[in-house]
Structure formats: C-alpha cells, structure tokens
C-alpha cells in the first residue's frame, strides 16, 4: 500500500509561502510541482545577488537570499548538483525553514523516512524501509528500492534505479537511467554517469561510468 497524505503534509511549519532557491530549468520544474500539489499564498525565487538578472520568472519574484525573512517562507533548493546544493545550503540564513515537496503522482510506502529539503518528482517509487536524508532530489521515473540508505544531498537524474539494502553517502549524483544493483555500499561525493551499472562497493570519491561502472 501506498502513503500519499501525511508525507505531503505541511507538518513541519503552518507557513504558507514558499522561497524556491535557485533559477534554473530544475527550479523551473520545482515551481510546477509547487503550484500544482500546494496552496502557497506566495511563491518566490532566490538567487546569490550577483547573477539576479531580472526582477521575475513567470511573474514570480526573485529575491537575493538577504531580502526576505526567514521566518515568514518555507524553503527549497532547487539545484541539482549536490554540491552547489550543498555549498548554498551552508550560505543560507542559519533559521531557514526547509519543507518537503513529493508530487502527488509519485508512490512512496508508508514506512519510510525522510528528512527535510527533499523534492521528489513524478512517478517516483520508493518502497519499504527506505531512509532518506536532508536535500534529496528525486526527478521524474525514479525508484528506491527496500531498505535502502541515501545520505544528505543525494540527487538521482531520471529514470534511476536504486535496488535494495543499499547505502550511499552524502552528495552522490546519479545520472539519466542509471542504476546499481542490490546491496551495494557508496562512498561520499561520488559521481555515476548517464546509463552507467554500478556492481560493487566504490570506497573512492569520483566519477564512475559505464557498465561495468570504471572510475575516469
């Protein structure tokens, strides 16, 4: 059985505006899911002050990460490298509010857990006993296998799968359509190419790609 209500719920806060951080094609996305599935009152972007280009994206303000109280929005990274996600995450006022948004069109079970600044994206599957850090994003047509373990910053491309009782570190990146069989061991900061199969335990930082995955 699915879980659909509760993980969508605004449990964390009863702030009604949303600040999506960042201006690109992912925040774009994230702006979409926002409007469709939630009910902010107000929603705005925000970006370092010295790449504001211009005062609105689709008649949404943008903000430099100074101009507004922190008190008043719930917040959201919207970049997908994990670790420029991560870097602006440790520039961000220290009393920023992170919410979660799962698309309602995604099937996530009952017995997870998640932590905050997570955006999951459509039709996504993540299944039992599945534990989920801080900042994860989950793009379009991705899986999450049972008992599986993914570290803060985690970002999967679509169409990812990640098999069962696996463990990934932190700010690990996996590209378009790869995936790692089941039971496997991550390190931090790694990165998986488009396509690639990850067979075994990687204990070394980099990049990796191909099937069998090879570190470049």
Excluded: W
């Excluded at 449990?11 to 902010?40: Q, S």
């Excluded at 991705?142 to 373990?149: A, E, I, K, M």
């Amino acid at each position: 059985m699915s879980f659909q209500i509760d993980l969508r719920k605004k449990d964390f806060t009863m702030i009604n505006k949303l600040a999506i951080v960042g201006t690109g094609g992912f925040a774009r996305e994230t702006l979409d899911l926002a409007k469709r599935d939630y009910n902010y009152n107000e929603i705005v972007f925000l970006e370092q002050k010295d790449f504001i280009k211009k005062n609105k994206l689709y008649g949404h303000k943008i903000k430099s990460y100074n101009e507004i109280d922190y008190k008043k929005f719930e917040i959201i990274i919207a970049v997908g490298d994990p670790k420029v996600r991560f870097k602006i995450y440790n520039e961000l006022n220290k009393y920023a509010i992170y919410c979660n948004l799962i698309s309602k069109k995604s099937t996530i079970s009952k017995n997870i857990k998640i932590g905050k600044g997570c955006i999951i994206m459509d039709f996504c599957y993540i299944t039992d006993n599945c534990q989920l850090g801080n900042h994860i994003h989950f793009n379009s047509n991705s899986s999450c296998g049972h008992d599986s373990v993914l570290g803060d910053f985690f970002t999967s491309a679509s169409g990812v799968r990640i098999s069962g009782n696996c463990n990934i570190g932190n700010r690990v990146y996996f590209g378009q359509n790869s995936s790692i069989i089941q039971g496997k061991i991550l390190t931090d900061d790694i990165v998986i190419g488009m396509n690639s199969c990850v067979h075994r335990n990687i204990n070394l930082s980099g990049i990796y790609a191909g099937v069998p995955i090879k570190k470049i």
